[in-house]
């Protein structure tokens, strides 16, 4: 079970690598000018992805939804951490507000974990990742309702 | 009872500095003017039962205790009205407006009371005194508690302490009346510490905070540079566990109140969370966050921990019985949420929770009768209690969110935390509130705090 996991993992880490090869980075003397500074915060955010997200009550990497895109996010962020080799990460797990608090801590720790097993799987070395949960107190959306809290089941991968 | 009354005696009751940090204060009863020291029909003193004053709260009324003059008349008043409010609270106690009073009571002490003005506007009890200033800080608080009908003294204490300190007697008078009435111990001389939350909710500041019962005496006790949450009282010392974000490491810290000293519990990998003291006072109870969920561990304040859980599921918010032989906790070991009881041991895990939902923070009564708990639904969340076998589920509030239920040291009253939704996408309308409720689920009421307030817990009766 756990190997055919790891085997899928695996094939769409290949993928993904494969289409990020098929397109050329942008050429540099227009990222002198405009765009994030590369192997920057603001590079992970604008051309990474610095989130992936869950399903309520649940830390599972695979899911419908926001959570569809997880792989993809990730590999990613494997990939730009391949490059950006100088640059260690903390991945801040979340929760929405509709749990108990210290409850969805551990919850919120439980995806921050899910994230960076997987990075690390990806051959990212497990010292350049710490990992953190903030549980319901850091939303990153304000209101309450599904659409606020789909946003804020997360974990976050910030460049420390 | 009667010995109270007829032999005089001294007690401490705030020996060195206080849990407060006031000065220290004595107590001494007092003796009943011989005019209606009955000694033998003050032990028939009726004491009215708990279930019978919910529906039918003593009338009781609390006139000013009569200063002789200046500083000492204004805490006379400020003391009733402590007193007044207090008692109003508990929901047990129906104090009688002052405009209703007939005659002099301005002055009233023991030896002027005409009980003939109080049966006719049927209060059951009085509650007389006076407070004395004895040149520079010292003050003696008198007071009395009469049963009306026949006319008797039920207690008189007098309490010599300074000016600073009348608060607190106030708070030591409600509990004196409380237990006297109701044959059970009060909650009044108490402190909440709880988290003091402000600003927009995705930089939200939480500050550990401490406050009397009532939503007096207010302190912040850290500086809102970290998140801090989930403060719990230590059983005897003036000491708090709580979970600290300080350095961007998510720990349990012990907080010393007269010191203001943090210290990490433990020296752990994981995030450690959710922290209780065992009923001794010697270890705290918590969890650890793995990969895979969290762990409840014993940790020693001496040093040393010991990891009773192990399910890989997560294993969060374990609470004591009061005799420290069991342990209650929430796990989703079984896929969601339920409360398990297990030995002190970790031993004989066994699933207490079936009702509908998610089932969280247990907290056992300090009278160990009752579990209280946070329940969850799709649609709303509830506290309520049940038995320690898991029987007599009863749900006391409903709401859009609600959560973290803690116990009045007499186990008759419960204090929880209760959000309202955000009405838009900036999070207006938010705002979280701290509520007390009789376990019964009548008396529900908010407490007043500066800012908004979570994460409540009740301190045991200060000593």
Known sequence: ?160 | MTKDAAIPMTCYFDTKIGRRGLVAGSASMIAAPTLWARPAQAQATAVIDVDKARTDPIPIAIPALAGNGGEADRIGRDIAMVITNNLARSGLFRPIDPAAYIGKTGGTTGDLVNFQNWKAINAQALVTGKVDSQGGDKVRVEFRLWDVLPGQQIQGTAYTTTLSNWRRIAHIISDVIYERLLGEKGYFDTRIVYIAGSGPRDRRVKRLAIMDQDGENNRFLTDGGFLALTPRFHPTRDQIAFMSYVNDRPRVYTFDLASGKQAMLGNFPGITLSPRFAPDGNSVIMAQTTSSGADIYLVSLAGGARRLTDSGAIDVSPCFSPDGSQIVFNSDRGGDQQLYVMGSDGSGVKRISFGRGRYATPVWSPRGDLIAFTRQTPDAFAIGVMRPDGSGERILSESFFCEGPTFAPNGRVIMFTRETAARDARGNGFSSRLVSIDITGFNERAITTPTDASDPAWSPLLQ
């Not at chain 1, 050429?27 to 590079?43: I, L, R, T, W």
């Not at chain 1, 895109?69 to 903390?90: E, I, P, R, S, Y």
């Open chain 1, 1 to 160: 079970m756990n190997t055919k996991i790891l085997g899928a993992f695996a094939a769409v880490a290949l993928l993904a690598a494969c289409s990020s090869q098929e397109t050329p980075k942008p050429a540099p003397q227009a990222a002198m000018n405009k765009g994030p500074v590369p192997g920057s915060q603001e590079d992970l955010v604008a051309n990474v992805g610095d989130r992936v997200f869950y399903e309520f009550n649940k830390a599972a990497l695979k899911g419908a939804g926001r959570a569809a895109n997880n792989m993809t996010t990730l590999d990613k962020q494997a990939a730009w951490l391949a490059q950006w080799k100088m640059n260690n990460v903390q991945i801040a797990g979340n929760a929405d507000e509709r749990g108990t608090s210290e409850y969805n801590i551990a919850l919120g720790a439980k995806r921050a974990a899910a994230s960076r097993d997987y990075l690390v799987a990806k051959g990212v070395a497990a010292t350049r990742i710490s990992t953190i949960s903030y549980g319901k107190d850091r939303p990153v959306a304000l209101g309450s309702n599904e659409e606020a809290w789909s946003q804020n089941r997360n974990a976050i991968t910030s460049v420390r």
